[in-house]
């Protein structure tokens, strides 16, 4: 794709940390979610988990790592992301539990009735955790995903879950908590599928989040898949390596997916002989502003300069900008080879972002600087506002 005509900058640029300390990993936003409510109440919620910071499997992810011992925590500002106060937090989800015990709650949804809870009233939402069980053999685990509903902005939920089912001959399904698109009545997100062929499906509900469905294949490949709906009422699903689809009606089919390649040189740096746009731009959100500018954070871990970073485009993803850089100073956390020559990686984004009101936009991520602790220093949520000019 071409450079767009635009000279987008981000100005007025602040971060800030909701959460964490040198006893605990917090982590993956993005599989979590963020809420904007308006007048200033934002909910954001991340994996939280205690960490000694010792040996590997203490910052590993997923089952036998960091997840296996997290709870599902939310966050909640009132004044518009500044401050985070610990009273207003709310265990969603405990992965630590005993593995019967969770079982039981997922059965629980082919066994018990159902909370009536209208998903197109603003203080009602639903997010989608994930839970692991095994080795089921050879190291190999199960990971179960399944939605939970709240009908009051995420301060109680839902006792009995909605278990997600992947699509014919896949084997599992996940999805990551960005934003849900809603066409009237029917609710929209993107699932990550696996077995048989890996990609990104669209799913659907229309009954309020009772159930969810399969709809229809997206793309491939099947990371970070996030959804937005433009002004035009297109739908654009992105994932990574960076790259765009589109739907013009309303998800039933898509366009051939294509690679964003924003302009270069690299903003990050010029010379370095891995700078590959496509793959560099890990966890890739999108934002659909008010303005009709689209914008994309991700995180850059790869090389050796990292961090956070944004591309815009304004003309509906047609063109895009080069990287604007948010920030660039996480810690280092391990060292490895990619194309025969050492890189640092850094444990850094899976952003999630809300426009506020006075158009700044707000984003949350996981982030890492270094304070003594292994392994590049603490995981914590941190958060950015910044103007686009």
């Known amino acids: 794709m071409a450079p767009a005509k635009g000279s987008a900058k981000l100005v007025s640029v602040e971060h800030i940390k909701l959460h964490g300390d040198r006893a605990s990993y917090c982590g993956h936003p993005r599989q979590c979610g963020i809420f904007h409510f308006g007048q200033g109440e934002i909910a954001v919620m991340h994996n939280h988990a205690p960490c ?26 009132m004044d518009g992301g500044r401050t985070w106060p610990g009273k207003n937090e709310v265990e969603v989800w405990n992965e630590a539990a005993p593995a019967e015990e969770r079982r039981k709650f997922l059965l629980s949804a082919f066994t018990s009735p159902r909370d ?20 089921v053999r050879y190291g190999a685990y199960e990971m179960i995903a399944f ?26 399904a996940t999805p990551d908590n960005t934003p849900i698109v809603r066409l009237d009545r029917t609710l929209l997100f993107p699932m990550r599928t696996f077995g048989g062929r890996d990609g990104v499906d669209l799913y659907a509900s229309t009954d309020s989040g009772l159930s969810w469905r399969y709809r229809t294949h997206i793309c491939e490949p099947h990371d ?5 709906k433009l002004k035009s009422g297109r739908l654009q699903c992105y994932n990574y390596p ?29 010379q370095d002989s ?28 790869i090389s050796t ?42 444990d850094i984004g899976y952003p ?8 700044k936009i707000f984003t949350a991520y996981y982030y890492l600087l270094s304070d003594g602790n292994n392994f590049g220093g603490s995981r914590f949520i941190a958060g950015s506002f910044f103007r686009l000019s």
């Open 224 to 228: 970070y898949p996030a959804l937005i």
């Open 352 to 359: 999630l972002a809300a426009e506020l009101e006075d158009g």
């Open 274 to 301: 891995l700078y590959d746009e496509a793959w560099t731009h890990r966890s890739p959100t999108p934002l659909a502003l008010r303005d009709g500018r689209i914008l994309v954070l991700f995180a850059r871990r």
């Open 242 to 270: 960076l790259g765009m689809c589109y739907s013009d009606d309303g998800g039933t089919t898509w366009s051939k997916r294509k690679l964003i390649q924003p302009p270069g040189p690299s903003p990050w740096l010029p």
């Open 147 to 172: 939605g939970l509903r709240s009908p009051d902005k995420g301060r109680t939920w839902e006792k009995v879950p909605t278990v997600l089912v992947p699509p014919p001959g896949c084997y599992s």
């Open 305 to 346: 300069r990292r961090g956070m970073g944004v591309i815009v485009s304004e003309d509906g993803g047609e063109t895009w900008s080069p990287d604007l850089i948010l920030r660039d100073d996480p810690s280092v956390s391990n060292t490895t080879k990619v194309r025969g020559e050492k890189v640092d990686y850094s």
């Open 52 to 77: 000694a910071y010792r040996k590997p499997t203490d910052v590993q992810h997923d089952f036998g790592g960091y997840h296996s011992r997290s709870v599902v925590l939310l966050q909640r500002s």
């Open 116 to 135: 009536s809870i209208d998903l197109a009233k603003p203080e009602s939402i639903v997010m989608f955790p994930r839970t692991f069980f095994g080795p």
